[in-house]
T-cell receptor, first 115, second 109 residues
Framework: EAGVAQSPRYKIIEKRQSVAFWCNPISGHATLYWYQQILGQGPKLLIQFQNNGVVDDSQLPKDRFSAERLKGVDSTLKIQPAKLEDSAVYLC?????????????FGSGTRLTVV | QKEVEQNSGPLSVPEGAIASLNCTYSDRGSQSFFWYRQYSGKSPELIMFIYSNGDKEDGRFTAQLNKASQYVSLLIRDSQPSDSATYLCAVHNTDKLIFGTGTRLQVFP
């Protein structure tokens, strides 16, 4: 079974620029998550999709972050404009169903550096 | 109070010893609990999950859950240098997985 695919692996941008990340979940996984992991901290949930609908985006900074999952498969996360504090690893994860007791499978992440 | 709390460490143990990693959580309604291992620069990988009170063993790993005390732990027996990583405790809360900050484990030869 192919894992969760993410791209790019690394991105360096200047503050106030925009950036987009892409994620393709495990085939058949209806639930997709974007997490932000700042160095030295645990992952923080930004947004959760069930198929192509948003289930939870309560911690997404909506003034600058947006995400979509138009066809219920792959997803993009965008930041515009970026701030220095957005420097982090952005992790995409998927699960067969929400609340799966088997947990989530994570992609390799995108490391964003804002300078 | 944070939803999921862990001591950030580092926890240093000699090779062959038992490493004990602890986690507390605030929501009594939480149903399932996970331990993820994260090597430096890598993404988290699931190593154990538990949802019933008591112990669950898988090879060198044992997860322990005490819902009354809102406490979950991970024991690693016969620790190896390859076990050196950050261990993240995660708790399911209304279909969201909430992570602690992780405990860094160092196993020295």
């Amino acid at each position: 079974e192919a894992g969760v695919a993410q791209s790019p692996r690394y991105k360096i941008i200047e503050k106030r620029q925009s950036v987009a990340f892409w994620c393709n979940p495990i085939s058949g996984h209806a639930t997709l998550y974007w997490y932000q992991q700042i160095l030295g901290q645990g992952p923080k949930l930004l947004i959760q999709f069930q198929n192509n609908g948003v289930v939870d985006d309560s911690q997404l900074p909506k003034d600058r972050f947006s995400a979509e999952r138009l066809k219920g498969v792959d997803s993009t996360l965008k930041i515009q404009p970026a701030k220095l504090e957005d420097s982090a690893v952005y992790l995409c994860a998927s699960s067969l169903v929400p609340g799966s007791i088997y947990g989530y499978t994570f992609g390799s992440g995108t490391r964003l550096t804002v300078v | 109070q944070k939803e999921v709390e862990q001591n950030s460490g580092p926890l240093s143990v000699p090779e062959g010893a038992i490493a004990s990693l602890n986690c507390t959580y605030s929501d009594r309604g939480s149903q399932s609990f996970f331990w993820y291992r994260q090597y430096s620069g890598k993404s988290p990988e699931l190593i154990m999950f538990i949802y019933s009170n008591g112990d669950k063993e898988d090879g060198r790993f044992t997860a322990q859950l005490n819902k009354a005390s809102q406490y979950v732990s991970l024991l690693i027996r016969d620790s190896q240098p390859s076990d050196s990583a950050t261990y993240l405790c995660a708790v399911h809360n209304t279909d969201k997985l909430i992570f602690g900050t992780g405990t860094r484990l160092q196993v020295f030869p």
